[in-house]
């Protein structure tokens, strides 16, 4: 493969789970303050929701501007609201765009088989974009992991992507980024563990040096202070690269903002992979 220039500019991906914009007004206010929303290429949501006019993915992609087009997919309804994945970019720097929804495969829940109890099914979903960037094909994964089954059931939901990516044309570049849901892997089975999983399958974590993306009392404030790793941008890519990550510690949800620069080199010599 020649050498061929990408261009000075880095692509810009966020991933937030926004938990259905319960703090709605402190939501819009972080994507309106924070300079990192300006010039995004593609912000991925989970726990999107919908409004009585349309959706809070709809709200934040009028607010991002006009060059911005969005997919809000519903994924389940949770307490009464929608929750839904959903993905926005920039039409200006993302072409021929094509979304697909996968759906994710049911986990097992070990409490329910432990105390025999019935626990109504979590549905988990993936959407898929593929797109053209620059001179490179672009493909991101935009997936909201259950929360059940430990190590094993993030490992079920990896390799679902994975399998739809090995059956799908090689694109340059392939991105996972979203709420993977890595609740007490940290304590019980070790946040290294799944992140050598994910290099045997090819990905490297670009989120690797941030160790905090959620906080138990943004969530439940009758909870003890607990900091956990859950947001994931993981790359497998063709090509040489540059990146920066960084978590945007703002209000609006119990989760953090993840967000990475990448900026694609010249491409590797003699090198396929999916």
Known sequence: MAEASFGPKAL????????????????MESIQTEPAFRDLDVL??????????????????????????????PAQILRGRVQANA????????????IEVLELPLIT?????QHGKIFKRNHRLCLRLDAKYEDLTLRIYAPHFDTAGGLFGKLVHLDTIRQDNENLPVADAVFIAGDLNTFGIR?????KSFRNEVAKRGFADLSQAITVT?????????????D?????????????????????RV????HYPLISYVKFQKPLQNSRHR
């Not at 991906?13 to 939501?27: E, P, S, V």
């Not at 991925?44 to 997919?73: C, M, N, W």
């Not at 209000?251 to 119990?254: K, M, R």
């Open 228 to 248: 956990q790793k859950l947001d994931w941008i993981l790359l497998k890519c063709k090509l040489d690269y540059t990146y920066t990550t960084q978590v945007l």
């Open 251 to 254: 209000p609006g949800s119990d």
């Open 109 to 113: 829940r070990k409490d329910a088989l």
């Open 187 to 191: 304590r019980s089975l070790n946040l």
């Open 87 to 98: 993905v926005i970019w920039n039409t200006r720097t993302l072409r021929e765009v094509n």
């Open 214 to 226: 959620w906080n138990s009392r943004k969530a439940y404030r009758y909870l003890p202070s607990l």
């Open 44 to 73: 991925v949501l989970q726990e999107s929701t919908e409004t009585e006019k349309g959706s809070t993915t709809e709200d934040i992609a009028k607010y991002l501007g006009p060059d911005y087009a969005f997919r809000h997919e």
């Open 12 to 27: 810009h991906l966020m991933t937030w789970n926004i938990r259905l914009a319960k703090h709605y007004a402190r939501l």
